[in-house]
């Protein structure tokens, strides 16, 4: 499999669109995603693969002052475990360090288990949890991992 990592913009609504219902469960909205996309503080990146020009995951995240706050990252299902979230992270921190950007965080269900066992081989470190964060109660982990380690 060729794969490409890509800067993603308003032309790639649908595709994240389209990810987001089969990796995310429908996170967000056509306008959180069209804001996402556009907002200029934002970094979304996507990794595609070469030949069939399918987008195959998508990492988006936010720049607060320098601090990259990562606020979705996706693997379609049937491409999952092949080291694209690896791919994906390894070039959002890249880019970080070339920006200045000190730490990276973000939040995750305390229940998924896939997600915390990926950031833990990532070297994001727990540094709290927010009680009660998501609609359906559960408490979410705060975890973070500085650019220079
Ligand atoms: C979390 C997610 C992005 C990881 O992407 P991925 O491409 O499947 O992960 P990778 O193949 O790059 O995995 C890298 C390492 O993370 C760990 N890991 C990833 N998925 C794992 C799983 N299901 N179980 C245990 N460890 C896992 C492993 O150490 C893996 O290395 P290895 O395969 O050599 O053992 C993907 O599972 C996903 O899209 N999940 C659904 C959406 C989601 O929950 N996003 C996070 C919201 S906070």
Redesign the pocket.
Known sequence: MNLTIIQLGIMHLNDCLDLDQK??EGLWSKSLWERELTDPKRICLGIKELETKKLL?LCSSWLVLDELHIT????DPIH???????ILISDLIKRSKSLQIKRLF?E??EN????K??YN?MGFKRVGNRSNFYKDGSDALILIKETNI
């Open positions: 990796s995310l995951g979705s990252i996706a693997v999952q475990r092949k080291g694209l979230g690896k973000l995750v269900k998924n288990k896939p997600a066992a990926f081989s």
